[in-house]
């Protein structure tokens, strides 16, 4: 036999990404992964990221711990404006790879 009650649930609140605006010029989207990386395209089927940002923390076997710097650039900013001037600083062109999965 089995046997069953119900009970009410409190309701909880949710984090959902609604937006994301460029730190330089103001472009603005609303896509994002599941895993809640802006995708600057807004196409399911293809992505555009931009990723700048640093990361500190601690690695133990049992936990881990981090702090997350970031800036949201589009990716015109990106191309336009970061990489001419980290050249003009003297680095040279960012690396590049292409990957298939």
């Known amino acids: ?5 119900k009970r009410t649930v409190p309701a909880h609140e949710v984090t ?11 472009a603005k989207t609303t896509s994002f992964t599941s895993a809640g990386e802006v995708n600057w395209i807004g196409d399911p089927f293809n ?12 690695m133990y076997p049992s936990d881990n711990f981090s702090r997350v710097w970031s800036y949201h650039l589009c990716p015109t900013c990106y191309r336009d404006k970061l990489v ?16 298939e999965y």
Request: net charge negative.
């Open 84 to 99: 001419p001037f980290l050249e003009s600083q003297g680095v040279g062109k960012p690396a590049f790879e292409e990957r």
């Open 16 to 26: 959902e990404f609604v937006s994301c605006t460029c730190d330089l010029c103001g």
């Open 47 to 58: 992505y555009h990221f931009v990723t700048v940002q640093q990361q500190k923390g601690t």
């Open 1 to 5: 036999m089995i046997r069953t009650t």
